[in-house]
């Protein structure tokens, strides 16, 4: 089943073009990288599938809706900065998303903050940039979404965080879900891919899976794009 479609879509931004006549099509049950270097549109895209921003033309559909509160309902959104309030504690975090989430899995989210060691009781204020992130990413994780959008998840954290944020990602998601990650790090993130997109000034270079472009490059993900992104 389709998740993400994207058909002639684009996104101006004044006279810039952020997007330019994207072409998409992302299946259910895959892990997908979204991969380019900074200012390439990975973030404008992810925004338009989270109904935070809306196109300058063309269509995305999320399960063969347009962006909507209906769609909203589908959609799991990780950004790429902290946006979680500093003076709430996380059992107050757990309860707004139980408030706001029907699909929130609080046995999830609670199973995870234990394997940690994360305090319930503890405000954000009071905790690490790194444990933070965590908590974000655990809440992000513990919805049952269609689609879940994660924007440079690993971005700023020591190898350590990184490897947990991976592993949670891979045993948290759905198989009928499809979790969709922009990063720039992306021999960290390889091992875990089912497919690559490359974006390059908004558009699409390439789409396919992670063994296409190893098989035919002869090259990892990560050796292709500094080859194509080379300067």
């Known amino acids: 089943m389709e998740t993400l479609v994207c058909r002639g879509l684009c996104k101006d931004y004044g006279n810039v073009k952020a997007l330019n006549n994207v072409d998409l099509t992302l ?5 997908i990288g979204l991969l380019g270097p900074n200012g390439s549109g990975k ?7 989270s109904r935070l921003l809306v196109p300058t033309a063309g269509e995305i559909t ?7 509160p209906v769609t909203k ?54 905790m690490s940039k790194g444990t ?23 971005a700023g954290v020591d190898p350590a965080a990184r490897d947990f944020i991976l592993r949670t990602i891979l045993s948290n998601y759905d198989e009928n879900a499809t979790v969709l990650i922009s990063t720039h790090l992306i021999a960290d993130v390889e091992s875990v891919l089912d497919e690559a997109i490359f974006l390059k000034e908004g558009e699409v270079v390439l789409h396919k899976s992670v063994d296409e472009i190893r098989e ?4 990892s993900v990560d050796e292709h794009f500094r080859e194509v992104f080379r300067c």
Request: proline share 5%; with cysteine; charged share 30%.
């Open 43 to 49: 973030t404008t895209l992810i925004k338009l599938a």
């Open 62 to 68: 999320i399960c063969g809706e347009r962006p909507s």
């Open 73 to 126: 309902a589908m959609v799991s959104y990780l950004p790429d900065r902290n946006y979680l309030p500093d003076w709430m504690r996380v059992d107050e975090l757990i309860n707004m998303y139980e408030d706001f989430y029907s699909d929130f899995d609080t046995g999830t989210a609670n199973a995870m903050l234990l394997s940690l060691g994360i305090d319930r009781e503890m405000p954000l204020k009071k």
């Open 216 to 219: 035919e490059t002869g090259r």
């Open 27 to 31: 299946e259910e049950g895959r892990i």
């Open 132 to 154: 933070k992130e965590k908590v974000q990413l655990i809440m992000t994780m513990s919805r049952h979404a269609k689609l879940y959008l994660l924007d440079e998840p690993i």
